[in-house]
């Protein structure tokens, strides 16, 4: 009779699939084996360190088979920081992996499908530097400020003096921020002496329009230095706007405008997007302008007379609707995204808000949801309404899956297409076209 795995055993394990965090999978006696970069393919002596009922966790001890496609991180935190997953794994493996992460969660919920509608995944050519935006926490450490990441699955910070995945005009305004915090004595927070006025960063900027929008994240309702502020945007003509995001006891926050406009504009195959501090938009613009390529391609490829917006006016593909001369729809019920919505139709003549779907007749329906896939009212809604087609545009492959599983019954599933929006994480994006049957 085997016996169950216990905490500090040492386990030979064949590793068979990579999960959703970045973690190779195995399994001992059916029980699955979460191994801390593990990959696909290789042997391991694995040291168990956490065990549950339906999952355990460990570590590599020894290393008996290792992957091809192995390789060493470039960066010289990783093993500590907490903000990529996968540069131990091959860029272009990781590519085909990110593919079948959405296979087998398909294989999971949706069962009966053609694995030939699953296309390659899209990725780039250079994955280094692609994050346009950065939120991070800064502290005070040895008397020099400094910014970093947490370490993972935890709270430690781990000071960073450059990241490979920050777009380097990102770095340069961080690095620009610390020297003069350190001049100005605006000390990033000690949380030993709980001592310190600024406890996290925000840079953002526009890759193709080359604008800077800055956030500083203070614990108390105390101005930052105006001299500071100056300084900085003289040595950064283009940063346009500086927030200050006062957070006292991680109560509700306010936001305030200190210096320059609301937003900052990007461009995006010839559309222009208004970015407010708190608005959502893709972190990675040259992978953006490949996925709203596609889903304009998608759009146009339908023939649609009139479109809703899943969205409610939030996603940055309602942009490209709004300018088509077709009617849009927006359903809301909600007061505060009502007067949004109402703004936008002071700009977009086309967008129709309605506070119901009956007697609503839709040739397409687009939805660009959270991690939590599409809410249950508007799953609703599709199977009263049935749109010809639906867009879905998905950053979580297990809702998705289980939504193709709830729709499949009248839907066709025509293709998915996913795209590498964060190289060197094991998160994937993908979109996904469905027709109505018959």
């Keep these: 009779m085997e016996q169950p795995i216990k905490v500090n055993d040492l386990i030979n394990l064949k590793i068979k699939r990579m999960g959703i965090n970045g973690e190779g999978i195995a399994y001992h006696q059916r029980l699955a084996v979460f191994i801390e970069n593990g990959l696909p393919g290789e042997e391991v002596i694995a040291l168990i360190t956490e065990v549950h009922d339906n999952r355990a966790y460990g570590t590599i001890h020894e290393m008996i088979k290792e992957s091809k496609n192995r390789t060493v991180p470039f960066c010289d935190v990783y093993i500590d920081c907490g903000g990529c997953q996968t540069q131990h794994y091959d860029y272009d493996a990781m590519l085909k992996q990110k593919k079948d992460i959405i296979i087998k969660a398909l294989d999971r919920y949706v069962k009966d499908y053609d694995k030939q509608i699953i296309k390659d995944t899209v990725g780039m050519q250079d994955p280094l530097h692609y994050r346009n935006k950065a939120s991070l926490p800064v502290r005070k450490l040895y008397g020099k400020n400094r910014f970093g990441m947490y370490q993972r699955n935890s709270n430690v910070f781990i000071p960073i003096d450059n990241c490979s995945i920050q777009h380097e005009s990102v770095n340069i305004i961080l690095k620009t921020i610390i020297k003069l915090m350190d001049q100005f004595n605006q000390n990033g927070f000690d949380p030993k002496t709980n001592e310190g006025f600024i406890t996290n960063i925000t840079v953002r900027i526009t890759e193709n329009l080359r604008e800077a929008q800055v956030g500083f994240t203070t614990n108390t309702q105390q101005k930052l230095m105006d001299e500071m502020i100056y300084e900085l945007i003289d040595h950064h003509p283009e940063i346009v706007s500086i927030y200050q995001v006062i957070d006292i006891s991680h109560q509700k926050q306010k936001t305030t405008l200190i210096y320059g406009k609301e937003t900052i504009t990007e461009n995006i195959n010839g559309q222009s997007y208004e970015l407010g501090f708190d608005m959502f938009f893709q972190l990675n613009t040259e992978q953006a302008e490949k996925f709203y390529t596609k889903m304009q391609t998608l759009i146009e490829d339908s023939e649609y007379q009139n479109v809703l917006d899943g969205n409610k006016g939030l996603s940055p593909i309602g942009m490209y609707l709004y300018q088509q ?55 609703k809604m599709i199977f009263k309404v049935k749109p010809k087609r639906i867009i879905y545009g998905s950053c979580n492959p297990s809702t998705l899956a289980k939504d193709l599983e709830t729709l499949k019954s009248l839907y066709e599933i025509v293709e998915i297409t996913p795209f590498d929006m964060f190289p060197y994480t094991s998160l994937v994006e993908s979109i996904t076209l469905l027709k109505l049957k018959g």
Excluded: A, C, W
């Design 325 to 379: 001369e077709k009617p849009v729809f927006i359903l809301s019920n909600n007061l505060i995204e009502q007067e949004k919505i109402k703004d936008l139709q002071k700009k977009y003549p086309t967008i129709h808000l309605i506070d119901s779907y009956e007697r609503l007749k839709l040739d397409l329906m687009v939805f660009d949801p959270s991690r939590l896939g599409i809410p249950e009212t508007d799953m």
